[in-house]
């Protein structure tokens, strides 16, 4: 093998290719060098931390007013299905029961709760379990399905509630942290940005503004709040994307807490949503192109409720609602704040454009009246104190007369009071109480009739226990927190 030898030329070529790569190797080499690599840390490190404590103060400050919201809904069953339940489990009923489990956030510590409204479903046994394992039976308050809003109330004492922001302020990009039971998993703290904001078309509501987030948000968030860093509420987390498990792709909505405030408000002061009788959608650049507008501002009106105040004050299908009460409107969403904050009652002035017009027209808002289950709620709530919490721990409670020994084969002798219904997964069912069960002390007293039932209530207001029978039996004490 010969030995390799340069020619002047080669020698001359492989100088230059040096001269070339040395200053490229010395900056690589100081770039990766022990003081270089210390050097950001160091200079960043303050930042990081203060960063990584924000987001545990925000999750310690808000986490004591998130709730887990358990709902049991009674199914009735085909009549083909209720005798196959008959002929398996001898018996004749045709219900079954689901329970579904969403979240909530403590708005006022007076017991109020946000959530959304498809998380009550048709329940209407509602059970709210705090961040400290505390239970307690809640009643709604209201509810507005068409944006998925529920507020409904506890009583319990020593409550931490969250101030409500302001969801107009949020930008793409601004960090949000949301809470919540996704799986069952209470108190769970998930982190992201705001992705998009006024996201509409998404085939969940009939009004959809939604704040987008990537955010983990899945089954069991629902209702849980979206905060902002100062820890302020500014949206109800509602839905969100899945893969085809069901998973969480980092897609989730949320509705913006500025019209869900507006709302509450009323619904706490005991008033109705006011309405206008409108479907609002979003003016983007195209419409206001077509409308020959100077920008994309404005509420489009896609139909008009008949016999509405906005059908009677003359608004029609396709018009521009350019300003409500003498502000201008922006988008639909907007449009939506600003009715919800409005009274009943009183002339409003709107201005809408119609056929390259401008017209000024009056609209007086009026009450939306309460749905059925809004009403039963609210004879509830103001119902007798002790009727109530009766009601509340799941029991129908009867006194014991001959016809109903016999029905339930109770012994002759059996004194007190027999119940007569237990609500499945009220707090009662869940305690292993039973119908046919004999109360025969209620907190060390006495009980023959309602009438001692009421007095035995109305001395001990921290809760309730009963000394029961069963079968003849003594079947010992139960305890139900009120």
């Known amino acids: 093998m010969k030995p390799l030898r340069f020619h002047f030329l080669d020698r001359f070529l492989i100088w230059i290719i040096l001269a070339i790569l040395l200053p490229f190797t010395l900056a690589i ?14 200079k960043n490190a303050e930042f990081a931390e203060n960063l990584q404590n924000l987001f545990s103060q925000v999750a310690d400050r808000v ?48 017991g109020y709760i946000l959530t959304n409204s498809h998380v009550l479903g048709e329940g209407n046994d509602l059970m709210v379990k705090l961040w400290d394992d505390r239970e307690a039976p809640a009643t709604l308050v209201r509810q507005e399905e068409a944006i998925d809003i529920a507020l409904i ?6 409550l931490l509630e969250i101030p409500m922001g302001n969801s107009e302020d949020l930008r793409v990009g601004h960090w949000v942290v949301a809470i919540g039971s996704p799986f069952g998993l209470t108190q769970t703290v998930s982190a992201g940005i705001v ?32 905060v902002n ?32 405030k507006a709302l509450v408000n009323k619904w706490i002061e005991g008033k109705n949503s006011t309405f ?49 009460g003498g502000e201008e409107i922006r988008n639909d969403d907007h449009l939506r704040v600003l ?39 609210e004879n509830l709530l103001k119902a007798d104190p002790v009727e109530r919490g009766r009601k509340l721990l799941g029991l129908t409670i009867s006194p014991i007369d001959p016809e109903l020994v016999a029905q339930l084969r109770l012994p002759a002798s059996t004194k007190g009071l027999v119940i007569a219904e237990v609500n499945y997964g009220s707090p009662a069912d869940r305690k292993g109480i039973k119908v046919s069960d004999v109360i025969v002390e209620v907190n060390d007293m006495p009980v023959g009739n309602l009438k001692d039932f009421h007095q035995a209530l109305e001395l001990q207001k921290r809760g309730l226990m009963l000394h029961l029978e ?11 927190k009120r």
């Open 29 to 42: 080499v100081l770039t990766f060098s022990p003081e270089r690599i210390s050097a950001v840390p160091e």
């Open 63 to 110: 986490r004591p007013a998130v709730v887990a919201i358990g709902t049991t809904e009674v199914l009735q069953l085909p009549e083909s299905d209720g005798e196959i339940f008959e002929r398996l489990f001898k018996g004749p009923s045709r219900e079954m029961y689901r329970q579904s489990l969403g979240s909530g956030v403590i708005i006022d510590s007076r």
């Open 153 to 158: 109330k506890i009583d319990v004492p020593n």
């Open 195 to 226: 992705s998009a904001l006024g996201r509409s078309g998404v085939g969940i509501l009939p009004y959809e503004s939604f704040i987008q987030t990537d955010a983990a948000i899945n089954q069991g968030n629902s209702g849980g709040p979206l």
């Open 229 to 260: 860093l100062q820890g302020q509420v500014v949206g109800i987390n509602t839905a969100m994307y899945s893969d085809a498990n069901g998973g969480n792709v980092g897609i989730g909505f949320a509705i913006p807490i500025s019209l869900a």
């Open 276 to 324: 206008l009788g409108v479907v609002p959608g979003r003016v983007d650049e195209d419409m206001a192109g077509y409308y020959n507008l100077s920008c994309a501002a404005g509420a489009f009106v896609q139909s008009v409720h008949e016999d509405s105040p906005a059908a009677q004050a003359g608004i029609k299908p396709k018009d521009i609602i350019l300003s409500f």
């Open 339 to 377: 009715i919800a904050r409005s009274e009943d009652g009183k002339p409003i002035p709107v201005r809408v454009f119609r056929n390259q017009e401008k017209l000024n027209l009056e609209v007086t808002l009026v009450q939306r009246r309460p749905n059925a289950r809004e009403q039963r709620a």
């Open 470 to 480: 069963r079968e003849g039996k003594d079947a010992g004490y139960f305890f139900l």
